[in-house]
Structure formats: C-alpha cells, structure tokens
C-alpha cells in the first residue's frame, strides 16, 4: 500500500543535508531585499519562487549554485540571520522533521558589518527561536548545524576552526561545498587533518558533479565521515553478464564501512547527476543495502521539502512507511550528535512515530465503514 501524503507529512523525518541558504522563503527574501537594498531578478514572491527553480534547472552545477547570489545576498545582517534560520527551522518542523543538520558557509555573509563569529551566534540563536516556536505549535525539532567552507576559496582551515569554537554551542561539524570540478577535497587536507586531531566530524560534498576520484579522495585522503550527495559511487558498479550488480572496490569499501551517503534525488535532477527520479542511482544503492539517506540539499531551488522527497521516491521505487523508517534511522545513524542523543530519538520519537502510523492504517482497516 503505498503511503498517503498525510502519512508522509506526519511520519518522523531526518535530514541530514540541507542548506539554510538554499532553504528560505520566497516572501522573506522579497522583505530582506528591500531592507539590504538587494536588486532581485523578479519583484515579487511568486515570481521569485518560481525564478528559483527554472534558473536551478540547468543541467550544471555551477550555473544551480549562481541562483544562490540571490539568498545569501540578502542574508547579511544579524538581524535577517535569526529570522531566516527561525524560519528554517520552523519550516522543517511543519513538514514533519524531528531532526535536522542545516549547513551554511559563514564567509558568504561577510559583506556588510558581521564577523565569522557574529554570523554563527546570529543563525545559533536564529535556530532557538525557530525551535522553540515549532515546539510551541506542537511540532518539536531539533536542529544542529554544520559549518561549510567553499572549495574555491581558501578559507577552510579558519573555518574548521569556528566549527571547534563553538562545538558546545549546537555546531557539530564541518563541510566543503560548491563547484566540484577542478576543486578537489585535498586541496583542504590542512582543515581536515586539524579536525581529525580534534576528535570533530564532518562530511564533504563529493561524487554529485564529478566521479569516483573526488569519493576516493574525500574518504582515504581526508577521512570524510559521510559523503554529501555521493550518488555517483554508482560508476563503481557495474553488471555481470548474468545482469547481478559487481561491485568495485571503492564502491565495497562504501557499502561495507557503512559510509552514509546524503542522496539528495530533486537536487540531481536539476544539475544532470541524475536524469530522472525513476532512474536515479537511489532505488539500486537502497537495493544493494548501502547506508542511503534521504534529504533535500535545497529546498528553495528545487520546491521541495522532505515530504516530496519520500513520495517521489515511493512513486519511482514503491517503498513505503517501513522503508521511510529504515531511511530514517540510517539518518540518525548517521548523525553528529552523541550515540545516546541519536538512540533516544530513535527510540523515543522515531520508531513510536511509525508504529503509530502502521497502527492507524490497521484501525482504519478494522472499520471499512469509516474509510
Ligand atoms: O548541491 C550542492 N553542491 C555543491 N555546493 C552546493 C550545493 N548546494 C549548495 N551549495 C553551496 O553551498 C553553499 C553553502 O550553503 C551555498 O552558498 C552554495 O554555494
Ligand atoms: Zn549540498
């Protein structure tokens, strides 16, 4: 029976790869634009929502990450800070999310008068407020965040070390983003090292616009706990002449460590990783049993929201509650926080969470008269 879209709304979700900027309302960007004296591509909302996706569709990675000039260029008060990361939270809290980690690169939002500290105090405390409104509507979430450095630039080692300074504070790891190609991790292998001696975490975006080296790299060169996007681990497998699945030895190594893969399906359309829901890597990799992840990568460029990823992978691949489950506790596998913060939401939250769903579908089956 495949899920309903109140089924999949209600059920408890995990999303480990989000971006704040790539997440913000179409209305607050029309609202910071006027206070940063922003030019927008279009006036209003709408049309912004709209500008958003259609620009993201391009087939390329570098010409999706130009539409971001229009997010982060309005994020650069402290002031829009708290309201866009409140809202995030509040947003992922509505669509059914219990936990999320939200990144953003902090040295995009330097231009006008806030420091690398000012920007991550600002979206911390952007963050509580957001949670302790989604709590109040009776939708708890809780969100960590996860400190981006860009590839291109050379600031990763200074970031790496905002995200130790203020590991107390809710920040619980570190990520390299932007253009892959030409950008290899290794270029950052002083920010990795250093947070490796730090006993910290962190993932890097790999294998989404370029191949298997850039995989290679962010696992046995910089030591990458999880794999943001990844899907192209894929060109590792290849078909027998009996049609089984072979892997090779990188992809092996991925599957049998257990290293999470942060799937992203909308996002891979919209840069060519992926052709189409239906033949996105997704449904082999989940076959295969590698450790998948569902997530949204940007929930403003692609009009998504984990709601619509799960129903459009139930729509390619049939899966259904107990598979969004086992996505879901590979999420929380998968997590940064403590083991035992991971296991109470497993057992707290999750689990009860779709054990009541299943037992709402059996009641309803029980009364055929009210259905
Ligand atoms: O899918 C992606 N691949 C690579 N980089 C990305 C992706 N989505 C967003 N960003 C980049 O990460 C920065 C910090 O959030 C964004 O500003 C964007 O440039
Ligand atoms: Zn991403």
Known sequence: MSPTPEEIRSAPKVVLHDHLDGGLRPETIVDLAADHGHELPVPDADGLRTWFVDSADSGSLDRYLETFQHTVGVMQTREALVRVAAECAEDLAADGVVYAEVRYAPELHLDRELSLDDVVEAVQEGFRQGEQRAAEAGRPVKVATLLTAMRHAARSREIAELVIRYREAGVVGFDIAGAEAGFPPTRHLDAFEFLRRENAHFTIHAGEAFGLPSIWEALQWCGAD???????????????????????????????????????????????????????????????????TVNTDNRLMSATSMSREFSVLAEAFGYDLSDFQWFTVNALK??????????????????????????????????????
């Open 334 to 371: 998968s997590a940064f926080i403590p083991f035992d913060e991971r296991l109470a939401l497993i057992n707290d939250v999750v689990k009860p969470g779709y054990a009541a769903l299943v037992a709402q579908r059996t009641l309803a089956h029980l009364r055929p008269a009210s259905r």
């Open 226 to 292: 999880r794999l943001g996007h990844g899907v192209r681990i894929v060109d590792d497998i290849t078909m027998s002449d009996a049609g089984q699945p072979v892997l090779g030895r990188l992809a092996a190594y991925v599957r049998d460590k257990r290293i999470p893969l942060e799937l992203c399906p909308s996002s891979n359309i919209q840069t060519g990783a992926a052709s189409s829901i239906a033949e996105h890597p997704f449904g082999l990799l989940a076959k295969l049993r590698f450790r998948v």
